[in-house]
């Protein structure tokens, strides 16, 4: 059995190991019936938490954080920290569907809007077929007892929240123990948008050149603001590397 790795960084135990290692472990703890909270970290996040430390205390509690977002890798490097890949939620988010057809696990999927929500349920079966979502329900019903017993009736083992940060991460914290069939909490953020077809994802060549920040920046203009979040998590880091100087 692989070492489950992590690294210490902004104050949080960030998972460094390999997307094989990490399924590996998400599949073995839903056959014992242990449950894994786990939410993306990512420049932006870092800040946020920064501004506010119930947010921090949140994203802390997770069982697994994984590295979404260059610039964390950017920083674990700046401070001889190794993690193997960058894991965006997206990404995991398909290896989740693709593991619950393998083992006949049932997906929810909670949040976006309702046109892109049943475009996305329609591509993800189309995806991946046998795939069982057992339920979905847009984002904007702010009823979560309702929406908790829609859940709890799908009897749902894996649980995707695409309602953005920090409210998925709030409502997962919140809820998580009046959801007892759930065994994978996951915050997809805009993935369900993605997997509509409604946002294009960046390009592979992008990616690789790890630029899909700037490329949702200058292709979904409200993410505008969030330059000076990035802008500010350089300093943060810059200045933390002198600090130890």
């Given amino acids: 059995m692989a070492r489950f790795e992590k690294v210490s960084m902004f104050g949080f ?6 997307r094989i290692v990490l399924m590996e472990k998400i599949h073995r703890d839903m056959g014992t019936g242990m449950r894994n909270v786990i939410f993306a970290i990512n420049p932006l996040k870092v800040i946020m938490s920064e501004e506010n430390e119930e947010v921090k205390k949140i994203i802390r509690s997770a069982d697994i954080l994984i590295p979404d977002g260059i ?17 965006t939620g997206i990404d995991l988010m398909n290896e989740l569907c693709r593991m619950s057809v393998e083992i006949k696990a049932s997906v929810f999927i909670y949040g976006a809007e309702q046109g892109n929500l049943e475009q996305a349920v329609i591509n993800l079966k189309n995806l991946y077929p046998g795939i069982d979502i057992a339920g979905h329900i847009t984002g904007y019903e702010k009823n979560e007892e309702y929406v908790n017993k829609l859940i709890n009736d799908s009897g749902a ?3 995707f929240v695409a309602m953005g940060s920090p409210i998925q991460e709030i409502y997962i914290d919140e ?3 009046k959801l007892p069939s759930v065994k994978v909490f996951l915050g997809v953020g805009g993935s369900v948008d ?5 946002v294009k994802r960046a390009p592979l060549w992008v990616r690789r050149a790890n630029l899909e920040w700037l490329y949702r920046i ?3 203009p409200r993410r505008l603001p969030n330059i000076k979040k990035i802008l500010e998590f350089i300093f943060k880091i810059s200045q933390e590397k002198k600090e130890k100087k």
């Fill in 194 to 198: 993605v997997m509509s077809g409604s």
């Fill in 13 to 18: 135990e960030i998972y460094s190991g390999s």
């Fill in 71 to 87: 610039g964390i890798l950017y920083a674990a490097k700046k401070e001889h920290l190794h993690i193997k890949e960058r894991i």
């Fill in 157 to 159: 083992d894996i649980l």
């Fill in 218 to 220: 200058c292709f979904q």
């Fill in 175 to 177: 809820n998580k123990d």
